[in-house]
């Protein structure tokens, strides 16, 4: 391996050694990487996913103060109070449903008060467990892929400076050869002009797993590991004293009252009641500002429903908006669909460019081993992982969609060290075809007319058209097949 | 509603429009058009901040090159004579202990210990700063990934991988004592 050296040849030394580390931290993270990417792009739409696994909740998008404060006395009746916190998400959360829970267990409210169906959305809370944890341990999972965001930086960081004809091939893109150089210019291309999401996409993932290990590290060098102390700048500490021991349910309709008339433009998300029944009970209101994108602002309240005082994201200092702004800048999760439209596939631009960094290091060697066709498989079997999973939650295993996951993830690409690499790439994408269209001839079975709800047919419609889209050259060879024989019989002539 | 639809129109035009100019002057090795596209380019913020106001637009801006730019890039495309008959020979994976040992070590510094040495660094950077504990805590979420990026680049990069990690670490060592004792 080359690595840097003075003298006349240092700028290609220079490269050279960046390639090296390139492509070494690549396929270090590679399939973590392209987990997390496509698992982030499809989480994009989770709040629309989790609409699609229940389709025939009702829904309504009014704030309606009373209805969620009768929602929260049913739950409580249900369920009693003994839990750390109680929640109350609102309809104007983004999916437009009422929904109250504890730390266990959430319920839809009814147009009545009542408490509706469990919510549960085993398949996206699968697949957003996969991108904050890659299911494993939550603390160690999270570190792990706030890792692979900083490392995703270093890739940034090696990739420019192994690319020294990165002006020169701005917009080049060569097709054909064995394939490679395709491979390479997508690679270049989806980096270089995605640049400034892929940068901001990695800072801001770097964030979730090692804030703690700065707030530790600050926490011990100036205030005698007092946690809090550091944190407390950005986020407001917690109010005590203002609840009772064993007192009754605070006064939620009064909060959210205040709440719509001191805030009319601000759509309240969520409500939660910190540790009730103690004295250190409080309600706080998360309430998200339109054209911000701060996650929310936050209104507290005492438990008979006097205000307390704001969290201050919306006008405090530019540090404290900026640290409370990053969950909204990674997901996308600030304007609407065409927003997260735009995050889709800007993410999967970014899984792409995960796949095609082992892809060119494959197709440099001079030699093929088994690897050549396991990456692709492993490519190609995350996505049909992914839909098998959901067919098996369908079907009823709704704890099992990680399990599915990943026993068909294994299943597809131990196959890929059996079958050939092209064979893999022609007919996985057709397997991921039917087994999307067998997801949705089952969601059509399985919900009957709700399939049919808002809540529903545009992910399953946009579901039909992929599956389409994949499948469609088969039907393309067939169709023209045969009219390519006649030609070339007729030209034998 | 109308208006912003009719703005945000506007800065996608006007933003496709400045990446053609980059386009041209590539296509031409004609710098003041390049300049001048991506002048074009970042001025589509101006309609983009009326569109969908001062932070949105900001976002929209950078991000939207990425998907505005593939007309060009197709327009660009060319195809190389196809090399199918050209293998390459097939050969059983060869494994060797002592590079696992040196892959799993190298792994083990660039996902824990480097990570750990720049979370001193920006911890330490941060806290001299003369400002607010927020834009601390700020500034440091941006400088941990991008020091974590440094050091990790600089060590796959180096020829004496050891002695620069020993570098390092011995450095890190001594910021550590200067903070915590």
């Given at each position: ?39 982030g ?14 389709p ?23 369920y ?16 437009p ?60 960081v ?22 490679t ?27 979730y ?15 005698d ?34 709440v ?6 601000g ?27 701060i ?199 | ?25 590539w ?68 494994w ?86």
């Open positions: 391996m080359k690595r840097m050296v003075a003298g006349p040849n240092r700028g290609r030394a220079l490269d050279a050694a960046a390639l090296d580390a390139h492509a070494w931290l690549g396929l270090m993270i590679s399939a973590a990487m392209y987990l997390i990417c496509l698992s792009a499809l989480a994009v739409f989770n709040q629309e996913f989790e609409r699609w696994e229940q025939a909740v009702e829904e309504d998008t009014r704030v309606r103060p009373k209805l969620a404060a009768q929602g929260l006395e049913h739950f409580v009746e249900r009693g109070r003994d839990t750390s916190h109680f929640h109350v998400v609102f309809p104007t959360s983004g999916i449903r009422l929904v109250v829970e504890n730390d266990d267990i959430a319920h839809f409210v009814r147009d009545d008060g009542t408490l509706g169906a469990i919510e549960s959305a085993p398949w996206t809370r699968m697949l957003i467990d996969l991108h904050y944890y890659l299911h494993l341990p939550k603390n160690f999972g999270m570190i792990l892929v706030s890792v692979c965001g900083a490392l995703l930086v270093a890739l940034i090696s990739g420019i400076l192994a690319h020294p004809r990165i002006v020169r091939d701005a917009f080049r893109f060569r097709r054909g050869g064995n394939g150089q395709a491979s390479i210019d997508l690679h270049n291309r989806l980096s270089v002009w995605g640049l400034p999401f892929h940068l901001t996409i990695a800072i801001t993932g770097a964030y797993g090692l804030i703690g290990l700065l707030v530790s590290l600050a926490a011990h060098a100036f205030f590991g007092d946690t809090e102390a550091v944190s407390a700048p950005v986020f407001a500490p917690e109010p005590s004293g203002y609840g009772v021991e064993g007192a009754a349910l605070p006064d939620i309709a009064r909060a959210v009252d205040h719509l008339r001191v805030d009319p433009e759509r309240p998300i969520f409500l939660t009641i910190h540790d009730p029944g103690t004295v250190d009970e409080f309600v706080e209101l998360y309430v998200q500002q339109p054209g911000r994108l996650y929310s602002e936050n209104y507290r309240f005492s438990p008979d429903g006097e205000r307390i005082g704001r969290g201050g994201y919306r006008d405090g200092a530019g540090g404290k908006q900026f640290v409370y702004s990053l969950y909204r800048i990674h997901f996308g999760d600030f304007a609407g669909v065409g927003t997260k439209v735009l995050y889709f596939i800007l993410g999967m631009m970014l899984a792409v460019v995960s796949a095609s960094g082992v892809s060119i290091w494959l197709g440099k060697r001079k030699r093929r081993t088994m690897m050549d066709d396991l990456w692709p498989a492993f490519v190609w079997g995350t996505p049909i992982a992914l839909a098998t999973s959901a067919i098996a939650t369908l079907m009823g295993g709704a704890g099992s969609a990680g399990w599915v996951f990943w026993l068909v993830l294994l299943v597809t690409t131990s196959l890929g060290a059996r079958l050939d690499a092209k064979f893999v790439r022609q007919r996985y994408p057709l397997l991921l075809g039917g087994c999307l269209i067998a997801l949705v001839v089952l969601y059509l079975a399985h919900n009957g007319s709700a399939a049919m709800h808002v809540a529903s047919w545009p992910v399953t419609a946009s579901l039909f058209c992929f599956a389409f889209a994949l499948l469609w050259p088969l039907s393309y060879n067939r169709l023209r097949r045969p009219q390519r024989k006649a030609v070339d019989s007729l030209a034998r002539r | 509603m109308f208006n912003a639809s009719v703005l945000a129109l506007f800065a996608v035009f006007l933003c496709f429009f400045g990446l053609g100019w980059v386009y041209w002057g296509k031409k090795a004609n710098r003041f058009s390049s300049a001048l596209g991506w002048a074009l380019t970042a001025s589509s913020v101006l309609a983009w901040i009326p569109a969908a106001g001062l932070q949105y637009g900001l976002v929209y801006m950078l991000f939207a090159p990425a998907l505005l730019v593939w007309p060009y890039v197709s327009r660009e495309a060319s195809r190389i004579p196809s090399r199918d008959g050209q293998q390459r020979p097939r050969e059983a994976p060869q060797s202990v002592a590079q696992m040992v040196v892959n799993v070590g190298t792994a083990i510094v660039v996902a824990l210990v480097l990570p750990l040495m720049a979370g001193i660094l920006t911890v330490f950077i941060s806290f001299q700063l003369p400002v607010t504990g927020a834009s601390q805590a700020a500034i440091g979420i941006l400088l941990l990934p991008l020091l974590t990026a440094l050091y990790v680049f600089l060590y796959l990069a180096s020829r004496r991988r050891m002695q620069w990690l020993l570098a390092g670490s011995t450095g890190t060592s001594l910021l550590a004592a200067v903070m915590y004792l």
